[in-house]
Antibody, heavy 121, light 107 residues
Framework: VQLLESGGGLVQPGGSLRLSCEAS????????MTWVRQAPGKGLEWVSS????????YYADSVKGRFSASRDNSKNTLYLQMNSLRAEDTAVYYC???????????????WGQGTLVTVSS | EIVLTQSPATLSLSPGERATLSCRAS??????ISWYQQKPGQAPRLLIY???NRATGVPARFSGSGSGTDFTLTISSLEPEDFVVYYC?????????FGGGTKVEIK
């Protein structure tokens, strides 16, 4: 199993960024996926989960209405569209695979290496 | 939102000693607690799921227990590579939540 995030970088407050997570080594089309972030020197924060089909999504209150998770099952790729970015969104963003197929709210058994998003002027 | 409180924030022990980490939930989460280990500069790693089930490849010195609101991660005999940070996480209700973490440091 491999999860490879990309798309992080420096963005100004109010700006947008789209993160990608390319998956391999498992049946992506049957697994829910999750984004978790970690601000510098801080703990882990769940951001969003998306079902295997992509039709069902959940978000933390801190990002609801600004972030949108999606997936392209033909490309084995997960996305996180981040709009109206704030300084407090600065973090390493990890994508993680849900442990069991066709089930959300599963433990996260594989994680990507993370991509750093810095929101600053 | 279910709040997870981990204690202590820092645990100072010596190699070979037993480590006991606590995670308390603000309401019952049944047995739906996972534990993750995070080494510096690395992504978290799943250690324990559903309170007491070891994930694939996790050494037997790691064990989990508890149900309802009180959970424990035990490391029976600390190895040098175990002196890192541990997080609990609940999957009972949305939003999914993590505890604040316990750092196990060398005494």
């Amino acid at each position: 199993v491999q999860l490879l995030e990309s798309g992080g970088g420096l963005v100004q407050p109010g700006g947008s960024l789209r993160l990608s997570c390319e998956a391999s080594g498992f049946t992506f089309t049957r697994c829910g996926m999750t984004w978790v972030r970690q601000a510098p020197g801080k703990g882990l924060e769940w951001v969003s989960s998306i079902s295997d089909s992509g039709y069902v999504t959940y978000y933390a209150d801190s990002v609801k209405g600004r972030f949108s998770a999606s997936r392209d099952n033909s490309k084995n790729t997960l996305y996180l569209q981040m709009n109206s970015l704030r300084a407090e969104d600065t973090a390493v963003y990890y994508c993680a695979k849900d442990q069991w197929m066709e089930q959300l709210k599963a433990p996260f058994d594989y994680w990507g290496q993370g991509t750093l998003v810095t929101v600053s002027s | 939102e279910i709040v997870l409180t981990q204690s202590p924030a820092t645990l100072s022990l010596s190699p070979g000693e037993r480590a006991t980490l606590s995670c308390r939930a603000s309401q019952s989460v049944s047995s739906y607690i996972s534990w993750y280990q995070q080494k510096p500069g690395q992504a978290p790693r799943l250690l324990i799921y559903d309170a007491f089930n070891r994930a694939t490849g996790v050494p037997a010195r790691f064990s989990g227990s508890g149900s309802g609101t009180d959970f424990t991660l035990t490391i029976s005999s600390l190895e040098p590579e175990d002196f890192v940070v541990y997080y609990c996480q609940q999957r009972t209700n949305w939003p999914l939540t993590f505890g604040g973490g316990t750092k196990v440091e060398i005494k």
